[in-house]
């Protein structure tokens, strides 16, 4: 069982940054793949990024390429997401997630998820 907290979110303008968190408790979480995603009112769950267990390598939605970043700590058993440039399309519920195995980007595929963070850019 693993449990997932975020943090992190706020209201940025665009053009700014933020850095999201992702606290995992459990002895296990090295050896799961993390995933972020999105919510906004109206539409689907989007994929964000994800990690390998490993951190070895990284996936990234086409709409944020080249201005998001994750990372993972596997010694404080946490993840990030750092989001530069961001735009008012990236606004919604950051939402981190974990499952055992290879990175996916389907959201049902991951077995836990934490309750999200806000993040919100105004232009």
């Known amino acids: 069982q693993v449990q997932l907290v975020e943090s992190g979110g706020g209201s940025v303008q665009a053009g700014g940054s933020l850095r999201l968190s992702c606290a995992a408790s459990?002895?296990?979480?090295?050896?799961?793949?993390m995933g972020w995603f999105r919510q906004t009112p109206g539409k689907e769950r989007e994929f964000v990024a994800a990690?390998?267990?490993?951190?070895?390598?990284?996936y990234y939605a086409d709409s944020v390429k080249g201005r998001f970043t994750i990372s993972r700590d596997n010694a404080k058993n946490t993840v990030y997401l750092q989001m530069n440039s961001l735009k008012p399309e990236d606004t919604g519920v950051y939402c981190c997630?974990?499952?055992?195995?290879?990175?996916?980007?389907?959201?049902?595929?991951?077995?836990?998820w934490g309750q999200g963070t806000q993040v919100t850019v105004s232009s």
């Open positions: 990690i390998t267990w490993r951190g070895s390598s990284s």
């Open positions: 459990g002895s296990t979480f090295k050896s799961y793949a």
């Open positions: 997630a974990a499952r055992s195995g290879t990175v996916v980007v389907r959201g049902e595929a991951y077995d836990y």
